[in-house]
Structure formats: structure tokens, C-alpha cells
């Protein structure tokens, strides 16, 4: 295939060949070729693919009639509405996670992290269902799994042996949920999720929506445990809302920690509460990077799927106005999540995988800014979406 006249990030236009699902060159455009799928992109701008890298699939009510919002107090009060509502949603996990693949992918999205509920009501269930899917979108989605003990650690009677069982069972990697917060035990559940992460050799992404002071020991706990078990590069701190809500003092040290331990941080970018912020956090060497989060579901009625807009939704929350924080913001959803994830040879550039987005907008920043449709989706070199739809032929 020949992407012909792409305006690379750059600005430059430029000839982009693929052969074998990977970037064969990157020429001037208008050289001499002969490849019969020639696809002239008009100069729409062309990246690599977008990365989603926390979502919950299993979650999700994507699909499904509305299923109305039940607010709660606290994060224990929200987890416990939502194991009553789950079972009321009218179709099976795979279905919606499926409809929800369908949604990114069409909006540019070939790789994502998914966490996935570990507990006493659904056991190993919903691992499975994903799992499933997994294998049966291999070929369009790359998808990484985390078993997510949503209703605790150390709290949920037996989470451990559950927790230990779904990594058995091929999920990538451990979780956690606010060691003080929830489970008001921090060396309890540390123990135990990097202990498991020692065992089978995972990797760890721990929600943390702990603040303040608490959240920062926290953060430094978690640092200090990844070096010390050689994980660096192999943990993730989602949310850490406590990285908006230290003292300068505190969140010096807290990042300096985080950058020696490889420890990365995913952010969303809630309105409602403190976020880490992202220019400080980078200046200390911290990897930080967007992702959608709650997608439809018992968490949020809200969501999407598209990247462009989450990557316009923390540029918004985080006051980035300049064509340079509007390029940032775009690399949370791209190349700042393939650090994150370990995604080697990720970018646009010869040798690299041919996943990759073409949108209808000349530029980085318009892109941020006005989310124009995607006009082609590649993944593995095929076209898997046109104009906002998956392309003919194209199923799981």
C-alpha cells in the first residue's frame, strides 16, 4: 500500500510506503511508484495509531438501553451500587465490550489496556468474557489485561487467591485500589499486589485516588517497592489525584521518586478533583499519559471512545492554549502511553508497525482542537476504518 501526499506532524507532506504490516519509507511525495493500492490522502494529516490505555471493557453499557446513573458518596459507596447494577445490564460483556472496540477502533484506537472486576460476586466471569474477546479482535486491537480487585484487596475476603487465579489464567497484569482509602491497609495490599507481580512476573497499574499527603506516601511506597523488585518501566499509578494536592516540598519528592522508579501515571482529567499536572511531572522526568477511563457505565453515563477528544478534554483541564501544549497534548495519546505500556518501535518512521490514523485536518493542533473525522484507520498495514466506520469486510 502507498499513503500518498500525508501531512506528517511536521507539517511536511510526504509518501508513506507499507509493505508486510510495517512503515517501508517515508519519501518526498510525487516520487516514481508503482504500488497498485495507491490512496491518495489529500494531505490529511496522518499519525500513528492512538493508545487507550485504561479503559474497562467490562464495564462498559456500550450497546446497551441507558441504564440509569446511581450516585454515590464515596468510591466505596459507587462500588457497591455498582455490583448491584451490573447484573442488570441487558447484554453480556462480550457483546458490549465488542461494541465498544468497534467504537475505537473507528475513531483511530489499535492498542488498550483494560482492567477487569476480580471479586467475590464475578469471580474469574468477566476475565473470561474479555479474554474471549481478546482473541477474537487479535487481529484489529491489541489488548492488554489487568485483574482489577475493584471491591479490595486486603477487605474482599479471598481477592488474593482471586487475584493469583487471574493472572494464572492470562491476565497481564496486577492491580490495586487505594490501599488506605478502601482497604485502610497500605502495607497490607502493597504486599500482597507486588508480591503476586514477583510471582508471575507481571506487570502492576494500580488505581490511586487517595490525596493529599496520604496519596503521596502512597506514591512513594509504590515507587520504592517497583525498584526494589526491578519493575521499573513495568508499573502504572492511574489517576494519583494526590500529584494535584501536595505541598511543592512534597510533590518534589514524591516525583523525583516516581522518575527514578519508571513508575508512569495515567491521567483523565476529571473536572471535580485535583489532577497531576502534566508540564511539571514531565520536567521531573515522570511519564504521563491520557486515557478514557469510564466509558458508559455505572460510573459515568459519558465516553466515547475517541482519543482526539480526551486529548482535548486534559488540554482544556490542564490550560494548554499554545500550538506546543496542543502537540503535548496529542503525544498523551500516543506516544507517551507506548512509553508507558512498553510498546518498542511505536512512531512514524521506517521499520515501525503500520498502525496508523489518517484525519481529515492539516495540523496537530486543529486536530486537538476540533476533533475532525478519521478518514482512514490502518492496523497491521489493512484498512480497518474509513470515515468514521469500520471498512467492509471488517469483523471480528
Same mark, same amino acid.
Do not use: Y
Given at each position: 500500500?502507498?499513503? +500518498?501526499?500525508? =501531512?506528517? #506532524?511536521?507539517?511536511?507532506? !510526504? *509518501?508513506?510506503?507499507?509493505? @508486510?504490516?510495517?512503515? +517501508?519509507?517515508? =519519501?518526498? #511525495?510525487?516520487?516514481?511508484? !508503482? *504500488?497498485?493500492?495507491?490512496? @491518495?490522502?489529500?494531505? +490529511?494529516?496522518?499519525?500513528?495509531?492512538?493508545?487507550?490505555?485504561?479503559?474497562?471493557?467490562?464495564?462498559?453499557?456500550?450497546? +446497551?438501553?441507558?441504564?440509569?446513573?446511581?450516585?454515590?458518596?464515596?468510591?466505596?459507596?459507587?462500588?457497591?451500587?455498582?455490583?448491584?447494577?451490573?447484573h442488570g445490564v441487558p447484554l453480556p460483556v462480550e457483546a458490549r465490550a465488542a461494541n465498544l472496540l468497534r467504537r475505537l477502533l473507528a475513531?483511530?484506537?489499535?492498542?488498550?489496556?483494560?482492567?477487569?472486576?476480580?471479586?467475590?460476586?464475578?469471580?474469574?466471569?468477566?476475565?473470561?468474557?474479555?479474554?474471549?474477546?481478546?482473541?477474537?479482535?487479535?487481529?484489529?486491537?491489541?489488548?492488554?489485561?489487568?485483574?482489577?480487585p475493584q471491591s479490595g484487596v486486603v477487605s474482599e475476603s479471598g481477592a488474593a487467591d482471586l487475584l493469583d487465579a487471574a493472572l494464572a489464567a492470562g491476565a497481564d497484569l496486577i492491580g490495586g485500589l487505594d490501599p488506605d482509602g478502601f482497604d485502610h491497609d497500605v502495607s497490607g495490599q502493597l504486599d500482597i499486589v507486588f508480591a503476586l507481580a514477583e510471582k508471575h512476573g507481571k506487570a502492576v497499574d494500580i488505581h490511586l485516588h487517595d490525596g493529599g499527603e496520604t496519596g503521596g506516601a502512597?506514591?512513594?511506597?509504590?515507587?520504592?517497592?517497583?525498584?526494589?523488585?526491578?519493575?521499573?518501566?513495568?508499573?502504572?499509578?492511574?489517576?494519583?489525584?494526590?500529584?494535584?494536592?501536595?505541598?511543592?516540598?512534597?510533590?518534589?519528592?514524591?516525583?523525583?521518586?516516581?522518575?527514578?522508579?519508571?513508575?508512569?501515571?495515567?491521567?483523565?482529567?476529571?473536572?471535580?478533583?485535583?489532577?497531576?499536572?502534566?508540564?511539571?511531572?514531565?520536567?521531573?522526568?515522570?511519564?504521563?499519559?491520557?486515557?478514557?477511563?469510564?466509558?458508559?457505565?455505572?460510573?459515568?453515563?459519558?465516553?466515547?471512545?475517541?482519543?482526539?477528544?480526551?486529548?482535548?478534554?486534559?488540554?482544556?483541564?490542564?490550560e494548554f492554549y499554545s500550538n506546543d501544549d496542543l502537540r503535548l497534548a496529542l503525544d498523551l495519546a500516543t506516544v507517551e502511553p507506548a512509553k508507558a505500556l512498553g510498546i518498542a518501535g511505536y512512531g512514524l518512521a521506517p521499520g515501525a508497525p503500520a498502525d496508523l490514523v489518517a484525519i481529515d485536518t492539516p495540523s496537530i493542533e486543529e486536530a486537538v482542537i476540533n476533533r475532525p473525522p478519521r478518514k482512514l484507520v490502518i492496523r497491521d498495514g489493512e484498512v480497518v476504518a474509513e470515515n468514521g466506520a469500520l471498512a467492509a469486510g471488517v469483523a471480528a
Open positions: 500500500m502507498l499513503l +500518498a501526499n500525508a =501531512t506528517l #506532524p511536521d507539517g511536511n507532506r !510526504a *509518501d508513506i510506503a507499507i509493505a @508486510d504490516g510495517r512503515i +517501508a519509507s517515508i =519519501t518526498a #511525495p510525487g516520487l516514481p511508484n !508503482a *504500488d497498485p493500492d495507491r490512496r @491518495d490522502l489529500g494531505g +490529511a494529516l496522518l499519525l500513528p495509531a492512538f493508545i487507550d490505555g485504561h479503559i474497562h471493557l467490562d464495564k462498559t453499557h456500550m450497546g +446497551a438501553p441507558l441504564v440509569p446513573h446511581v450516585p454515590g458518596g464515596s468510591v466505596r459507596e459507587r462500588i457497591a451500587a455498582e455490583r448491584v447494577a451490573r475513531n483511530g484506537t489499535t492498542r488498550v489496556r483494560s482492567h477487569v472486576d476480580i471479586d467475590n460476586d464475578v469471580k474469574l466471569a468477566n476475565l473470561e468474557a474479555l479474554l474471549a474477546v481478546r482473541a477474537a479482535w487479535k487481529r484489529l486491537v491489541d489488548i492488554e489485561i489487568v485483574a482489577f502512597e506514591l512513594r511506597d509504590i515507587a520504592a517497592r517497583t525498584q526494589a523488585l526491578g519493575l521499573q518501566g513495568r508499573v502504572v499509578v492511574s489517576h494519583a489525584f494526590a500529584l494535584g494536592d501536595l505541598s511543592p516540598e512534597s510533590f518534589g519528592k514524591t516525583a523525583q521518586a516516581l522518575a527514578r522508579a519508571g513508575v508512569a501515571i495515567m491521567t483523565s482529567s476529571p473536572a471535580a478533583v485535583p489532577v497531576p499536572p502534566v508540564k511539571t511531572l514531565r520536567s521531573h522526568g515522570v511519564t504521563i499519559f491520557a486515557a478514557s477511563d469510564n466509558i458508559r457505565d455505572c460510573w459515568s453515563p459519558f465516553g466515547n471512545g475517541d482519543m482526539l477528544d480526551r486529548a482535548a478534554i486534559v488540554a482544556a483541564r490542564q
